[in-house]
């Protein structure tokens, strides 16, 4: 199954194609050179041809399934509890899985009927499963028959804490306030989605505790400590793009904070730390976190930027930097676009 | 000149009606029912009618003159270092002032030089003028004659910290996320507001102290003690409405926020205790500041979400709510308008 | 029931009050000084106060009940169909009706089956129902117990036509292309209003024939000739606001334009000649019309652009106008707000 | 320096790289796999990392100079006037140019001071350059050493209106009625492009006769006849795109525009016939132009509407694929992209 050894194509599929990460995914890998997109699955959508519900994607001539076909690996993007089991059984079955919903995130089981409202109907499956962050954890993705896709907010939010976490030179109440686009909240139909209700509007939302929270802590503690972490969403009138505003006090005098983070990630093809606060708009379309660690010398806190596209390096695009990973290719295979500006 | 007693009209004028703040007194006073706008002057506009440059302003009947003239009363829509000499003159001749800039909104005439970069002209005036934020200085803003209107970031950050630091609950760490439609930035081109460049964009900016932090560490000093303030201003891609999102620890078990809050403004015509996290859209055109605090019992910290249309209660309504005040007039006349949703 | 005689204020009810014509309706009687809003009605929201619903009308102290109540006139703002035999019973009460809906805009029931799909069930009221353009049937309107509001495309549509038609200088096709806000799609989900989908994005739809040709065919009809309309509605990603782009042949040598319309329009509050291609944004939250005839001297067309805020002069504002007109008060009572700018 | 045959990359260079349509080439152009981007020139620009003043094109590592440099290729993107001797100049030294100003479009020297205001300094090239849209000149931009590449509007209009010109089934009046995103433009400021000014605002300009209409008529011209065009173009608030709305009468019965639209298109790589009205959405950041056509039986009218992003195939991209044909590689190359949606 290795393509890069065999010049063969990997056979991929897409489960539930038809939500805003699904298209994404069809959009990456249909240009992806050493995969093949030959399945795509859909649920109300079933029976239609692929490009008659994505007119964008006519270059893909695929229909519609109700499951996905004849493929060695396979994404999904199925809405949380319904992933799970879809996901244990095409891993039983031989077929790695890079799963977009969060049902595989969590290493304790006992956080999903808290976090998610379900009892997880694998468990057997979470201590296997790689969180699928190659920043973090590329040589286990490589190893992997099971990553779960990191969510948006915490993949720009992780990114931005990492060094910090692991140089030991923050104190223990960390404060997030992250501005998402409304892309976040997928294409099901809400009010809270509805054009006129959030265009020329920002709000704030989950102040109870958004789900994303439960793998923020899971991977912060990670580098020892349990930091304290508030972690507000708002959403804002654009399509794509989270920027996470992270605060957190600083134990000592500030370090080169530069030179740490671009030390940490000195050769990662897809984080680069910016030299003013970084747009949003500079990673539209592309698999690119863009992080700007600043100091407060005011009050002693670090306030680091960090920016993506929710879709790409927020989703799909990450799903498809670990597949990459996972079938011994270039990891930046099919992934090299540069943002489209403006 | 008080016209609540003899029913002659006051009469106003507008110095630099050509900003967003000129404008929107326009339309505020153009509708005012105890008090007639006689003068509008602008710079480069001199010589025009004001409905040739902004005709949706076509009821006002005026020509842009490069000086006001013949008013009781005047707003000062110049931009900061400018206004502060003009103003002075006009106070000297009597007629009474409500200065939108910042330039008699710090009392320490030592903080001009650090935070705008002029060494202020009539420091003598300092220790006279009154921060116009009329729901903590009320009294003293009615018999004042020259009152330095709040910015529009501290109007929306100091109503949403006033009731907690009274109350003495929090302790000395504050972190202030705030985001900021575009009209915030003015009406002067840069490529900071060029449209394709922010739109679909959110960015953060002077993340080095942004002016503002000087008075809302002045007001916050007020309730004693000086709060560490970190204070991050983002502009995201709509026209109008700052949320400020305000994130500090509490010294103790969580009080009934709600309730100290509700009580704190009871009285209040402009300040509204929201039931959910307030959507700035609920606040378009009007002079509505709508305040939600919350506490995040995970981690000891009270959230506040603060929202205003920045050029109403962050700039024009609050100036015209000044002037009421300081006329003897009702303090809402001309301000009932409700929000423009959706 | 003549207020401006007595003093008394009219008791004024909105139907349907949770559609965006619904609320517009209530922000603009919330403030009208000579009546006096004490009824809504909604189907799924009954039961709730109007300011949990929505709460920037919290001065708005009112129920949301199942129908309206002990009111002297009512707004109908319920979908076609379902408006027209609750019309009918509120005009057998004696209670006058501005209905919002298309529901007695035509005055053959026989395009009813065509156009909307149902058999109109009073068409003993379709001759008594007056079409609720003021600047073309004041009289009428005055003298009126039921008012069909015309849509919001008709209204810039036939305002910008109405002087060439009556002057007879134009030929006998017309192409109309018109640009609304996703507001005009209303407050019911769907794709086409899912913010995701609609942002940066513009499309033309109803190319078979939308159901406002046939309120636009009968008022231009009004004037003699029967002319061919091509209408083309688009939506554009902005909240509000109609442009309509007119084109017509002229019969001969190009008149003074200018003159024509100043002259057709010159006692009107709503409407105004404008000296520049007019802005949608001049309009907003305002009751305005603006309009732009042009000659395209090369083609020997005319070119008429016609701005309106679609929810203002496309719905409750000029629902409001009427009532004014019906009851007696001066005609631009309430709505004198000037647009909000930017 | 046939690159398909050599395997050596052709070295390209973009003068002008600063503005939209420059750095649009550059992210094109720096995946492009049979060229190789030597040299950017900019002006006040000049003597930058390209990546300081775009940092999201930080996988380019060039300086910006005063003048391309070392290059066998160039695209001018400079604004017009400026660029006819620039052009001359690269022409005259061997350089193959694809220009994407309009100063070789028009054939007619004469048509320059009418039009744009100066005299024509190098007329001679106009006889030979080009006009660069495949879809007509494919044949004579392949051996071409000067092509000159449509303006944004022409592209969108003479695609949509090819197929009825040469089968000769519409009359003589042609109504184009045109929406443009922001970024046409361009990045240079005005009040026109400011955000507040243009958000949540639609408008028409340039009544009097835009320049894009000399290239139109020439165009439309080609296919015998003269048709007298109205073209009025309009701005709306989304970044890119372009939607072309285009109104024309029917000689006699309707032809079954589907099949002679497939028909004249059927091997064109980037257009693509549309079974629904097509949104400007489904072409963001691909060179695709998508475009239906319809007939309004009513009045015996077509409707075609022709949709492209306005940066791609409307400009860079189009530039792209004309050097492709230019240096006699695939036309497709570098320019597969899917559109970036939603």
Chains 1, 2, 3, 4 share one sequence.
Not at 248 to 269: G, N, T, V, W
Request: hydrophobic share 45%.
């Amino acid at each position: 199954m290795n393509t890069a050894n065999t010049g063969k194509k990997t056979k991929v599929g897409i489960i539930n194609v038809t939500g805003y990460a699904g298209v994404e995914l069809a959009r990456l890998l249909s240009r992806h050179p050493a995969v093949e997109l030959v399945s795509v699955s859909g649920r109300s959508a079933a029976g239609q041809r692929l490009a008659d519900v994505f007119p964008y994607l006519a270059s893909i001539d695929l229909a519609i399934t109700p499951e996905v076909e004849s493929v060695d690996f396979a994404f999904s993007a199925l809405p949380h509890k319904e992933s799970a089991p879809i996901v244990a059984g095409l891993i039983g079955r031989g077929v790695k899985v890079v799963d977009i919903s969060a049902d595989y995130r969590l290493r304790d089981a006992a956080l999903y009927p808290q976090w998610y409202g379900f009892t997880h109907p694998a468990p057997e499956l979470l201590g296997e499963a790689v969180y699928g962050l190659p920043e973090l954890y590329r040589k286990e993705i490589a190893a992997a028959r099971l990553v779960a896709n990191p969510g948006c907010y915490p993949t720009s939010v992780i990114l931005g804490l990492a060094p910090l976490l692991k140089a030991g030179v923050i104190g223990d109440h960390v404060i997030i306030d992250s501005k998402s686009g409304i892309s976040g909240a997928g294409r099901s139909l809400s009010l809270g989605t509805h054009y006129s209700e959030v265009n020329e509007d920002v709000t704030a939302y989950a102040l109870k505790g958004h789900r994303h929270l439960s793998e923020i802590e899971q991977e912060l503690a990670r580098f020892g400590g349990r930091p304290a972490v508030t972690f507000v969403p708002h959403l804002i009138p654009m399509t794509r793009g989270i920027l996470s505003t992270i605060y957190a006090p600083l134990k000592a005098a500030a370090p080169d904070l530069e030179a740490l983070y671009r030390d940490f990630y000195q050769d990662e093809p897809f984080v680069r730390i910016a030299k003013e606060p970084p747009h949003t708009k500079h990673t539209w379309g592309s698999n690119m976190c863009l992080i700007y660690p600043a100091v407060d010398s005011r009050t002693g806190r670090v306030v680091v930027l960090s920016a993506i596209d929710n879709l790409v390096k927020g989703a799909a695009g990450q799903a498809v930097q670990n597949m990459n990973l996972m079938l011994g290719l270039a990891e930046t295979t099919g992934l090299e676009a540069v943002a489209v500006y403006p």
